[in-house]
């Protein structure tokens, strides 16, 4: 049932499980839990409209490192968060994503990808993207695309993506049901502790008004993203949580940037794979690195596609900024441009929704590049001496770019330049400041927040256990992409709908009080 704390009381009772946040993760976990029987509470701090002025200036935040967009325009507080403004696109991390790189300082999760596989069925059940072919060879077959001539270091893949991007109406008939209260504007400030100070209680609530609320449950799962997640903990200062004080480090994102142009490509033949009209957008083809070219070659996990460069992510980027009232690094001259521009990308965009092929007239085929990051501990998110109007300290994003980034960029760019090359594909030509330390400034953010209460097996290197447990607590839980150990290759959200179908199965053997395994 939906209610707003606003204007509607909320049920007086302990609950089961009382999660924090209605994202893509909350709305997840609170199906699950409610399928299996359990009484749960689902609490959202925005309305139920992505555009709601008022929420939105509660994620207010900072930027003190490197430009980062998407501090306020890749996030939402609203029913079904950032789900809300998405692509919808769905992809699986790798093998390798999970384990140790020598490499790559910081790597290796607590969990391997077999511990994930039924969960990650589970989510494109959720999703409803479990009706398209789940093989990459079961495509390229159906597209009548001949996988050859990529060598051994490259392999392509595919992103599926879901029919219902907006998860407040995938799962409405949970939302609107009359069993599981989902309560509007209900901004979680703070826990109430038990005695021995390991478990907790309650939590409070309120609106920026200034009503108050309570909720008591049995276990606690906050479920509020990259940024949020890490601001919340580090916003509660008198409780166990996160005993070495790791919360808001080894933030990480997915870096992007047009890395080369691609000349003399017949983007029209039949042996085209990358071709855009080969391939819908249901099944959006990647070719990156393989694991053999990773170890080979020290670097990162990264991918590319071939994407028609006309302007429109900085068009569209510029535009979700001044919609969401990001206005930080926006100068006249790009507001100018996107005005200019925008009526042709729009019209762009919906073309290309049935004529994937379709470009705009002056667009030139470039070599896009998408790549991991390492985690570092000092790229990080801290609170400022600001309090928005619930009393928590805003959150301030310091975004680190590290050398092997723009390493695994450039030894990318060589490797397609030469499949390419040597198959007569086309000619690449990299960027004029790829090898120069100006290139930084190329690099933006895809708003794939990660990794600042990262999952580890002890309270050493991490902030919650492998179940998702809160270090330090007894019935607090994480469940975010702020839990990713490193970010790995895919876009996170399949992965975070698959950790709540696991959290899920943990919490139902453990809702009556059983200890964490």
Known sequence: MLLDFEKDGVPDREFETCIVGAGAAGLALAHELHERGQDVVLLEGGGASRWERKSQALKATETVGHSFVGAQAGRFRALGGTTSFWMGQVLELDEIDFAERPWVPGSSWPLEKRDLAPYYKRASQLENTDVFLQEDADILDEAGIQESGLGRDLCLSFSRYCPERKFARLFSPLINGDTLPVVLHANVCGGGLAEDRKSVQSVEFRTMEGRLGTCRARNFVFCLGGIESARFILNQKHTPWDPSGLAGRFFTDHIQ?????????????????????RVSQQYLPKLKLTPEAQREHEVLNVSGLIEYND???STMRTAVQLLTGST??????????????LPAVAWSILRSKKDPAYHLPWARPHLSVYCEQLPLSDSRITLTSKQDKTGLYQAAVDWRIAEPELNTIRKYVEIVSDVFRLNGLGEIIPHKDLYKDTFEEQIIDT????????????????????????FGTDNAYVCSTSVFPTSGFANPTHTVIALAARLADHLNGNHRGMPDA
Do not use: I
């Open 328 to 341: 930080s690094g926006l100068g006249m001259d790009r507001v100018a441009n996107m005005a200019v521009k």
């Open 257 to 277: 940037c047009f890395a080369a142009e691609v000349r003399n490509a017949d983007l029209s033949s039949p042996d085209w794979y990358l071709g855009p009209q």
């Open 447 to 470: 708003f794939h927040h990660c990794g600042t209460t990262r999952m580890a097996t002890s309270s050493d290197e991490g902030v919650v256990d492998p179940n998702l447990r809160l």
């Open 311 to 313: 302007g429109s992510w």
